[in-house]
């Protein structure tokens, strides 16, 4: 079972900045993500807050609830969020970290990552398909 968890504005998919993040609603990423999952067998639970406190709840969280591994788009915590980094940290399931722009391409303080020096990977940049990408990684990842 896969934890996705989105970060602080995710829920504003749809209608923020679409020329960066495109027209899809949260609601459809997270509809795709579980379909993605189950063709690559794998159960896929979603959630998003905008608040940093919570996020690092569901990570403390997510071992003790069944969880396999976790995507993990943290939003602007990204680029900030010591807290979300020890989340991470203090826990021992894999992470990988995704984000729908490619965050190197982009202003000067989204282009460093606190929170990736602790997950498992990176996918950047490539919309929706970053976070099949990350469900691909774990499905061949966690496979027995
Ligand atoms: C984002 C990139 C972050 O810089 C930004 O603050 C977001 C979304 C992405 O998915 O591209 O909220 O994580």
Redesign the pocket.
């Known amino acids: 079972m896969i934890l996705v968890l989105n ?4 829920n504003m998919l749809g209608t923020r900045e679409p020329e ?2 495109g027209r899809m609603t949260l609601e459809e990423l997270e509809e795709l993500c579980q379909s993605w999952g189950a063709e690559l067998g794998l159960e896929v639970v979603c959630r998003q807050s905008n608040f940093e406190g919570q996020i690092i709840e569901w990570i403390q969280q997510a071992q003790g609830e069944g969880y396999e591994a976790i995507v993990l ?7 900030y969020s010591i807290a979300v980094l020890d989340a991470i940290r203090a826990q021992s399931l894999p992470v990988v970290e ?6 190197h391409a ?1 202003e000067e303080y ?1 282009r460093h990552s606190v929170t990736a020096s602790a997950a498992k990977g990176l996918v ?2 490539f919309g929706a398909l ?1 976070y099949k990408m990350a469900l691909a990684y774990l499905a061949d990842a966690l496979e027995p």
């Open positions: 970060g602080p504005n995710l960066v993040y788009n943290p939003g602007a915590l990204t680029h995704v984000h729908l722009s490619n965050i982009r989204r950047s940049g970053s």
